[in-house]
């Protein structure tokens, strides 16, 4: 038996938090009976129904493993709430490729009160089928905007093209360690996003920090992204540099122009959904990839990734 | 000796001195305890403490519950170690206590005690065990990161080599590892690369001419298997490396600063739950890996009880291992010759192998940075050993009598009686404790006690400070604190930590035909769950014992489920928010020290509670009469280490969660839901 869609949706809409780990489930389950209700529960929370997009600060962090992404998180937390802003994490872990089974590990490294309702951590994992938990996880962003302040997407984020994080976030943070080579290579050759904010973490190892922070300040410039702020944070008690990129963050959501970027978000991401269900071939049914790009900017901006994707296969015939 | 043409030794050995690790719920109950041990002929103490007094909690602390005097004695105070020892004469005794975390805490109450009884710390001997590295890698009773530990380490030994100098500050501890699944090599390895780091930190702490001392007071605590000839050589390597550690790495030139000392509990891991009167026989087998060549015997023996994979033992059942000591020590010639393996091609052999190993795993763990650094990597590394261990068992490449081979057996007399053969600890000693701490607490001095912690506080507050942390710490235990308090006062200053699970880093299983089924099982599951299994893997309460918890997960994950797994020490409500936030489709609870019967009802109550409806199972040490209540309580099914065959446990779990399929795992609802599994 399915849950009800609709209503979870409306009680994300009311902003009630103890609707998310029911919406959750249902958003990432692949039973006909699920999706059905998925695409209802998102109708719910779409801008149309909404009167606009939803208010939650959408926020992808990503680096590469042991960069220090669960413990800027904890301290992050921490700032958060004590601003009282609820706070949802969306850990996504890679999984095994021999078995498909994953060991969720985010949620025992990131440090919270559990007894704080306005903190939920949701561990998912990556996923073998290309952009299939990918699609759950945007959908579940987008579900938990409607109702907590804070949602974050965190990703290990190299080389991962199933997670577009971009295709998600408002802001995207790329988290570096200092000292590590990696992050900057990334960082060149594209593999990586570009960063809405870079953070260098352990700024306690001082004089490694600072140079790190010079490289990849040099690096931002080169690649013309120069007003890109850098930030310098120790995550570890005593802290330093957190209110920085707490005020950083509100900055860049602030500037930005949240309706374009996710209307332009759910567009990519229906597309990209539609590639994985039904390949290349589908895509020249329509007249390849530019046609499809004109058929979805020519849609109602209020609709939601479900709803579009049903719009293209509509007119693949 | 050599030069001796008789083969004998012209005067036999002194035996190693002989104990059982001992204590259970009250300070005075222990008391009488030791007191009938040393009457019927144990020749020193080895304090078993609960599990709140070694993680630093009082017994009205809210972690503490369900723990109180369950796996050693409850110690809050300087009032309960006066108890403890009460009419043992505390200069002539010889105490070993396992005490690691708050070891300094627990050192510091026995010296005033023994200063109440008139005697001076430098007559004090006995061992505290001390050793965090290895709780962060197999026990898991640390308080504090592991910085501060190490400095609470460095200090202790710093202050006993100078002000208790008969006192063996710390026993580097390869015991546990071997427990946690470690190969003879890891166990080598890991302990001289914790010793390093130990001593490195030392180096610092004191000036530069005692580090030869300090070398000669650090101790080991071992492990020993049933292939007693691989342990035996194991201990000659070890003894070996450490020489040679001392004379290269630290410069001691003393030769008997640079012997390896060492006691032992002989392995634990080995012992059966199905015919384990067997067991008797495995301990007396392990008994010898550790005494029968003379250059590398134990110095101290205590041996496990025949039925610990059971429950608790009786002082009955201790009797019997005191017993298979004094056999092995008064009625046999062991202690009659010179060492009998020496010039043993197969011996020397052996060791060298084992040497090879160890010195290359040592460069590995040196790479990460050293002992401390290499943490999650010696523990991923133990996961895994443990994990091909079980496989071993699993296939039936290794056998173990009356569990995977040879299980037909008559009805065992042994277990017969009304509580299944084992201790139950009287529930009312929880309350009787949290009575009596805070009877203490409101009649000592509080303001003598706040100036006590506040003093405390400051030293430990600055991480170089040039004070011992000892001092305090003394002053402190003398004033009247409490275990809690002192550990609180700690913890606030230093911060709170969580030991990497090792689980995340485990390579996947190759799938043998079994496995591969289960794997299609699972996939058809997930098709008609619309997503993958889920499971939570849970270690509610203080019980450190995480290896039963990291199979599961490692083999769940193998199995293709989601495997969410946080670690130890957790919570029933810090569960229950798990399960929820995470939508598991059902929930695996470990527990191995007696705590099973509060904790595991009040998981359920607090999933419940959150709405959650999913089904749970648990494994650990549950003796065999509260099956019924945990399955009264809501448990679904109940594993005990007779159920070896971990891919067996997982088909169960599928096919639980099978069944459940179709109706939603958790409806979300909050409180208001109706939460009938």
């Known amino acids: 038996m399915s849950a009800d869609g609709a209503a979870l949706g409306a009680r994300l809409r009311d902003r009630d938090l103890t609707a998310a780990p029911a919406a959750l489930n249902l958003l990432e389950s692949r039973t006909a009976a699920d999706r059905e209700q998925s695409a209802k529960l998102l109708a719910e929370l779409s801008p149309a129904a909404l009167g606009g997009e939803a208010p939650g600060h959408v926020i992808g962090v990503t680096g590469p493993p042991g960069a220090g992404k669960s413990t800027l998180l904890s301290a992050l937390l921490r700032a958060w709430r ?125 004089a490694i920090a600072t140079r790190t922070m010079r490289e990849v300040s040099a690096a931002m410039r080169s690649l013309g992204s120069g007003a890109t702020p850098v930030l310098a944070v120790s995550s570890l008690p005593p802290t330093s540099g957190m209110d920085e990129l707490v005020q950083a963050l509100d900055e860049h959501r602030a500037g930005l122009d949240v309706a374009a970027r996710r209307l332009r978000a759910r567009r990519a991401a229906a597309l990209t959904d539609f590639v994985v269900e039904h390949g290349e071939r589908g895509l020249r049914s329509l007249g390849g990839r530019r046609a499809a790009e004109t058929l979805l900017g020519a849609q109602e901006p209020g609709l939601q990734t479900p709803a579009l994707l049903a719009v293209l296969e509509q007119a693949m015939g | 000796m050599s030069d001796d043409p008789s083969p004998r030794l012209s005067e036999p050995d002194r035996p190693w001195m002989i104990r059982t690790y001992a204590g259970h719920s009250t300070a005075r109950a222990s008391n009488e305890l030791y007191r009938r041990n040393l009457e019927k002929g144990q020749t020193g103490l080895s304090v078993a403490f609960d599990l709140p007094t ?139 690369s914790d010793a390093i780091a130990v001593l490195d930190a030392v180096r610092e702490k004191v000036p530069a001419e005692r580090i030869e001392q300090v070398f000669g007071r650090i101790s080991f605590f071992v492990n020993a298997g049933v292939r007693f000839i691989e342990e035996h050589a194991k201990l000659r390597a070890m003894s070996i490396l450490w020489e040679e550690l001392g004379r290269e790495r630290y410069g001691v030139r003393e030769p008997r600063h640079l012997r390896f000392r060492y006691g032992v509990q002989v392995n634990s891991l080995g012992l059966t739950e199905a015919q384990p009167e067997n067991n008797v026989q495995r301990i007396v087998l392990e008994a010898l890996a550790v005494t029968l060549g003379r250059d590398a015997r134990a110095r101290a023996i205590q041996l496990p009880a025949w039925n610990e994979a059971l429950g608790l033992p009786r002082p009955w059942d201790q009797q019997w291992s005191l017993r298979i000591q004094q056999v092995l020590a008064y009625e046999t010639d062991i202690l009659e010759y010179p060492d009998i393996f020496e010039g043993s091609r197969v011996m020397d052999g052996l060791v060298a192998e084992m040497l090879e190993g160890a010195r290359a795993e040592m460069a590995v763990v040196a790479e990460h940075g050293g002992a401390v650094e290499a943490v ?46 084992i201790l139950v600890v009287d529930p009312a000693v929880e309350a009787e404790q949290i009575e009596a701490v805070r009877r203490w607490r409101s009649e000592r001095d509080q303001a003598a006690v706040d100036a006590a912690l506040a003093s405390l506080t400051d030293v430990a507050r600055d991480p170089r400070s040039s004070e011992n942390l000892m001092v305090p710490t003394i002053a402190a235990a003398r004033a009247g604190a409490t275990t809690g308090e002192w550990a609180r006062a700690l913890r606030d200053v230093f911060g709170s930590y969580r030991a990497p699970t090792g689980v995340g880093e485990a390579a996947a299983a190759p799938a043998d035909g079994e496995l591969s089924e289960l794997r299609m099982e699972v996939s058809r599951l997930q098709e008609r769950l619309g997503r993958r299994p889920k499971i939570l893997v849970g270690k509610p309460g203080l019980d450190g014992h995480s290896n039963g918890a990291e199979q599961i997960a490692v083999r769940a994950r193998d199995s293709g489920m989601d495997v969410v797994y946080e670690g130890i020490r957790m919570t029933p409500e810090q569960i229950a928010a798990s399960a929820l936030q995470e939508g598991v489709h059902v929930i695996g609870l470990s527990i191995l020290s007696g705590s099973h019967r509060e904790l595991i009802p009040a998981v359920i109550d607090a999933l419940r509670k959150e709405g959650v409806t999913a089904p749970v199972v648990v494994g650990g040490i549950i003796p065999e009469q509260d099956v019924a209540l945990l399955q009264k309580a809501g448990v679904a099914a109940v594993y005990t280490p007779k159920d070896f065959d971990i891919t067996r446990i997982m088909r169960d779990i599928v096919e639980l969660v099978g069944a459940g399929a179709g109706r939603a795992a958790i409806n979300g609802r909050g409180p208001s839901a109706n939460g009938s599994a």
């Not at chain 1, 000292?179 to 352990?202: C, N």
């Open chain 2, 54 to 192: 070694q993680t630093g909690y009082d017994p009205d602390d809210e972690l503490a519950r369900g723990e109180v005097g369950k796996v050693g004695v409850s110690i809050s105070h300087r009032g309960d170690m006066a108890t403890l020892m009460h009419g043992i004469p505390l200069a002539e005794m010889n105490t070993s206590m396992t005490i690691n975390a708050t070891a300094a805490w627990l050192l510091a109450l026995y010296i005033v005690a023994a200063e109440d009884e008139g005697a001076d710390q430098r007559e004090l001997q006995g061992t505290t065990q001390n050793d965090i590295l290895k709780e962060f890698l197999a026990r898991g009773t640390y308080a504090f990161p592991p910085a501060p530990s190490m400095r609470l380490i460095a200090d202790m030994i710093a202050y006993t080599v100078e002000h208790v100098p008969k006192w063996n500050p710390i026993n580097i501890c390869s015991y546990h590892l071997q427990e946690a699944g470690a190969t003879p090599v890891q166990e080598i390895a890991y302990a001289m």
């Open chain 2, 376 to 421: 999650p990597y010696m523990k991923s590394a133990l996961v895994e050993s443990h994990r091909e261990r079980i496989r071993r068992i699993e296939s039936g490449r290794q056998v173990v009598v009356g569990q995977n081979r040879f299980t037909e057996s008559e009805v065992s007399p042994l277990t017969a009686d009304a509580e299944g053969g």
């Open chain 1, 82 to 206: 004590a601003q009282q802003r609820s706070v949802a994490i969306l850990a996504v872990d890679p999984s095994s490729r021999r078995s498909g089974g994953s060991l969720l590990g985010d949620r025992a490294r990131i440090e919270f009160d559990p007894a704080d309702r306005g903190i939920l951590i949701r561990s998912t994992a990556a996923g073998e089928r290309l952009g299939g938990l990918a699609s759950a996880t945007r959908a579940a962003a987008h579900a938990l905007a409607a109702a907590f302040d804070v949602v974050v997407v965190e990703t290990v984020g190299v080389g991962q093209g199933e997670t577009e994080i971009a295709d998600v976030a408002d802001t995207i943070v790329v988290v570096v360690q200092p000292g590590s080579g990696d992050a900057l290579q990334f960082l060149k050759s594209g593999i990586t996003e570009i960063p809405d904010v870079l953070v260098v973490t352990k700024a306690d190892l001082v």
